[in-house]
């Protein structure tokens, strides 16, 4: 089946320093990929569309220039947190649409961010 | 507005105990329809599926029902296990590019 290969799993860093968060797809070719954020034990919410060769469209409340994404191919969209802090400690999954009728979506198994 | 609501957890049940989690949803349209679990330390994964009114999705035991009428899509499963312990989401799809919006999700703790 689809899978969506996240990296990396877990990472530290300081504040003020930026993390880059990969997205790929594995076996297919994922034109739409869909960044969310989770809080401890809260549920999912949508950050941004990202579409390959064009803008991501950001939520309503999202800051497009602290969470930069990129989505330069159709098996890679990346996600960059920029001059990090404390706050935005999260957990962030991708998800890309596998496409066809069957309207699926993959996940990735998310990256736990931690800011000290 | 587009929007999910699932009751809230956490719902703590014995084994064998038969679980409904109720998902309501706010829509224009017949959006398809999800649910979606996500098990300790895990991502997420799919559950099952209803793309159109009256369709029942069903996998590992788990069902839901589209029901148009009262705007439901909600999971039952009539013998849970302590290997179903986890998180589980409804989702409804929204907007051009079929983005998910999802529920606060409820989180489900069942006991030997």
């Known amino acids: 089946g689809a899978v969506v290969s996240q990296h990396p799993s877990r990472v530290i860093c300081k504040s003020g320093t930026s993390v880059k968060i990969e997205c790929r797809s594995l076996?297919?070719?994922?034109?739409?990929m869909f960044w969310y954020r989770q809080f401890p034990k809260q549920s999912l919410m949508l950050m941004a569309t990202?579409?390959?060769?064009?803008?991501?469209?950001?939520e309503q409340g999202v800051e497009k220039d602290k969470f930069l994404i990129n989505h330069a191919s159709l098996t890679l969209s990346t996600l960059t947190v920029t001059s990090a802090h404390p706050e935005d400690s999260s957990f962030y999954i991708c998800?890309?649409?596998?496409?066809?009728?069957?309207?699926?979506?993959?996940f990735g198994s998310g990256t736990r961010l931690t800011v000290v | 507005g587009n929007s999910v609501t699932q009751m809230e957890g956490p719902v703590t049940l014995s084994e064998e105990a038969f679980l409904t989690i109720n998902c309501t949803y706010t829509?224009?349209?017949?959006?398809?329809l999800f649910w979606y679990v996500q098990y300790p330390g895990e991502g997420l994964q799919l559950l099952l599926k209803?793309?159109?009114?009256?369709d029942k999705g069903s996998n590992k035991g788990f069902e839901a029902t589209y029901r148009k009428e009262t705007t439901s899509f909600h999971l039952e499963k009539g013998s849970v296990q302590v290997s179903d312990s986890a998180v589980y989401f409804c989702?409804?799809?929204?907007?051009?590019?079929?983005?998910?919006?999802f529920g606060a999700g409820t989180r489900l703790a069942v006991h030997p």
């Open positions: 998800s890309a649409r596998t496409g066809g009728g069957d309207y699926g979506y993959t």
């Open positions: 076996d297919f070719q994922a034109t739409t």
């Open positions: 990202s579409n390959e060769g064009s803008k991501a469209t950001y």
């Open positions: 829509a224009t349209g017949y959006p398809s």
């Open positions: 209803a793309t159109k009114a009256d």
């Open positions: 989702a409804r799809q929204s907007g051009g590019y079929n983005k998910l919006i």
